[in-house]
């Protein structure tokens, strides 16, 4: 199994600020075949479901603000929000989807400070 | 637009069953595989099952295997998830999640998310 970590587990950054994601895998999620890194990233605020931000590690899903953007290759791996606004406060997850089964990192709590 | 609502969730003992469905609308469902993702109270997503669009292909986590059945009716927009011998660590809030990958047979990430349906498992 792939296992990705996270880190930090839990961030405060003052609003207007940058935040820092990082997510690690424990084999590369590269497809070389179509040069693609099967990576995505969620957002989960408090009782709401999951919500899809970035896919391939680094396109941005639609309607998603572009304060978000993802970054990485390989094993290595990044989310950064440019400048934190109030209603990003949420639990954020990476994820993998290059082999079964699919695996989440363990989430990184993101506060205000 | 686009939507999930997951059913059948509910209290129930150990080694008990439970059928959850997932009625989906807004997209043409027989032409996405679907997943199903778990979260126990606190704690962080585990990805369950995933069904190819046809329901030819079907993954399962080995925390439930030989006791999870992912099906689906593309005549009914429904996907299902058949749960037998329920154990407490099973006890969750079940996702289903649509697959973004156009009558693909490879699993994706999940690009839209039901609300959840919670399952107790408890004498």
């Known amino acids: 199994d792939i296992v990705m970590t996270q880190s930090p587990a839990s961030l405060a950054v003052s609003l207007g600020e940058r935040a820092t994601i990082n997510c690690k895998s424990s084999q590369s999620v590269l497809y070389s075949s179509n040069n693609k890194n099967y990576l995505a990233w969620y957002q989960q605020k408090p009782g709401q479901s999951p919500k899809l931000l970035i896919y391939?590690?680094?396109t941005r899903e639609s309607g998603v603000p572009d304060r978000f953007s993802g970054s990485g290759s390989g094993t290595d791996f990044t989310l950064t929000i440019s400048s934190l606004q109030a209603e990003d406060v949420a639990v954020y997850y990476c994820?993998?989807?290059?082999?079964?089964?699919?695996?989440f990192g363990q989430g990184t709590r993101l506060e205000i400070k | 637009q686009v939507q999930l609502v997951e059913s059948g969730g509910g209290v129930v003992q150990p080694g008990g069953s439970l059928r959850l469905s997932c009625a989906a609308s807004?997209?043409?469902?027989?032409?996405?595989?679907m997943h199903w993702v778990r979260q126990a109270p606190g704690k962080g997503l585990e990805w369950v099952t995933f069904?190819?669009?046809?329901?030819?292909?079907?993954y399962y986590a080995d925390s439930v295997k030989g006791r999870f059945t992912i099906s689906r009716d593309n005549s009914k927009n429904t996907l299902y998830l058949q749960i037998n011998s329920l154990r407490a660590e099973d006890t969750a809030v079940y996702y289903c999640?649509?697959?973004?990958?156009?009558?693909?047979?490879?699993?994706?990430?999940?690009?839209?998310w039901g609300k959840g349906t919670t399952v107790t498992v408890s004498s």
């Open positions: 069904i190819q669009y046809d329901g030819s292909n079907k």
């Open positions: 999640a649509k697959c973004d990958g156009y009558y693909s047979p490879r699993y994706y990430y999940m690009d839209v």
């Open positions: 994820q993998q989807y290059y082999s079964t089964p699919i695996t």
């Open positions: 807004g997209f043409t469902f027989s032409n996405y595989g």
């Open positions: 391939w590690a680094s």
